[in-house]
């Protein structure tokens, strides 16, 4: 990544430290985006959060890229829901395009897929869109 | 008899009603409101109805191929959404654009900007019942987009933008009209100003209504004009200037209210800024190639891109990652409507019924870009 990009991966166990201490220490208060990728060769899922800062003097053109990686398995990642209100949607959006089960976030239906979707999560390298 | 102002689901007074999908004010969108006579205890919204799948269609196109459909989610506002795509391929390319490229971008960007914003306030106008707002802006917008097509060949989906450039320079001649439309447009905007924001109806209507403290627009993650009409002054184009955005010269301006007036008044005054530098580009504009010769299927290294502008609803986001690959291994496309999207249950709740087209239009969402 460029400069001014920061990306840090992190256990998932410790993202929740992590992240109050970007929060709170650096004051990267603003959230951005969450990504996630299935890397499906590495049989891992990760999950990215761009957060960027909107009090920070010098600061606003710093992105920080806050990663983990979670077994594709058993995808299971702690909600940042309580660090940084804003990425609720995003995470719902993960939740249901890869299959991501965020603990702490209390939403656990579909969100953009239709209520019916019955599919595997479709984000996921091995769902193939219909017609392909 | 008072009025409960707390959800209880078990409760027999609140009434659960939908605002759209149907309805005409929502867009192809849902709110699920929690009713108590005429007043809005809470609400949820809910998207995902004209989810097209773009993330993953992204992933079965190669980088040229991309263009077309990732600028649909926001017809209003093509040129600015595409501009974040085209910046991380050229990062990760490595890709040095030619001058008189990034002018002509910069000059697509602000026209879309224009012409979305003449499109939101026009909305705006016809929730408050202000009928002479949606005829005049949509009548005005049209020589914007008539100046758009001179350049990009389409009224509103111009794939302009493109990864290594833009797809073909201006025709010769064009810098007088622009400059004629500038011009005018700036003497229009003193008459909207006049007839609809200084209107004491308007006023009465959209002042102190829904608003939206900077702390809590910082915390749930605003962007764009609802994130600087609560106080925050932060703008892309400013805090990381792209695509020669440093030249100009410019101003973001911010207001305090974080009211819904406040939302639609931040549209006039970027307006403003945008013939600014939209004059400034045209007279300044060197002379060279437009592009790169990238080829139809270009190599795209391994790596990853987190590129962000600033488009008319706010900061727009593309992650792109590629594995070397003639396709894209994955592309999130970070939407401001979407980032924005926390923000109306936070608004929508405590308020009565004749306030949620006010609030919800004041927001500036677009379902299609949310949804994507």
Known sequence: MREKRLKVTVPSETIKEVALMVRDELAFDHPSAVSGTDWIAKDEIEIIYFVGSATKAGFQDFVIALAERIPRRDPVAPSLIYVWAGVEYHERESQEMLGINFEGNPYKGHFLLPEDWNDMPPLRKDYISPGR | ?372
Not at chain 2, 29 to 38: A, H, N, P, S, V
Not at chain 2, 136 to 149: K, N, Q, S, V
């Open chain 2, 1 to 372: 008899m008072t009025i409960q102002t707390e959800y209880d689901p078990d409760s027999d007074r609140i009434m659960a009603v939908s605002f759209g999908p149907q309805h005409p004010g929502a867009g192809h969108f849902r709110i699920r409101l929690w009713l108590d006579g005429d007043y809005l205890v809470k609400s949820e919204p809910d998207p995902g109805y004209i989810h097209r799948g773009e993330e993953k269609m992204s992933e079965y196109r190669n980088y040229i191929q991309n263009v077309p459909h990732l600028e649909r989610p926001v017809i209003l506002d093509s040129s600015n959404i595409l501009c974040p795509y085209a910046l991380a391929v050229d990062e990760l390319m490595g890709n040095k654009i030619p001058d008189r490229g990034q002018y002509l971008r910069v000059i697509m960007s602000e026209i879309n900007r224009i012409i979305s914003h003449m499109y939101f306030i026009a909305i705006e106008g016809l929730f408050t019942g202000h009928t002479t707002m949606i005829t005049w802006c949509m009548g005005d917008r049209d020589f914007w987009i008539d100046l758009a097509a001179r350049i990009g060949g389409a009224r509103v989906t111009f794939a302009y933008i493109i990864p290594g450039g833009v797809r073909n320079d201006m025709p010769e001649g064009l810098t007088e009209k622009a400059l004629q439309t500038c011009a005018w447009f700036e003497k229009r905007m003193d008459e909207y100003d006049k007839i609809f924001f200084k209107n004491p109806m308007v006023l009465t209507r959209m002042e102190k209504v829904g608003i939206l403290s900077s702390e809590d627009a910082i915390r749930l993650g605003a962007v764009g004009t609802v994130l600087r009409a609560s106080g925050v002054k932060s703008d892309v184009r400013k805090d990381e200037p792209y695509s020669r955005y440093g030249d100009f010269d410019f101003e973001i301006p911010s207001l305090s209210g974080g009211d819904a007036w406040s939302r639609a008044y931040m549209a006039l005054l970027e307006m403003r800024q945008s013939v600014k530098i939209i004059r400034q580009a045209f007279k300044n504009i060197p002379p060279g190639p437009v592009r790169l010769k990238l080829g139809p299927q270009p190599r795209v290294p391994a790596g990853e891109v987190y590129a962000r502008t600033e488009a008319a609803r706010g900061e727009m986001s593309y992650h792109v990652v590629s594995d070397g690959s003639p396709r894209p291994y994955r592309v999130k496309i970070g939407s401001p409507s979407f980032k924005n999207m926390r923000v109306l249950p936070h608004l929508l709740r405590n308020v009565h019924i004749a306030d949620i087209p006010i609030i919800y239009w004041s927001l500036n969402y677009w379902p299609l870009e949310a949804d994507r």
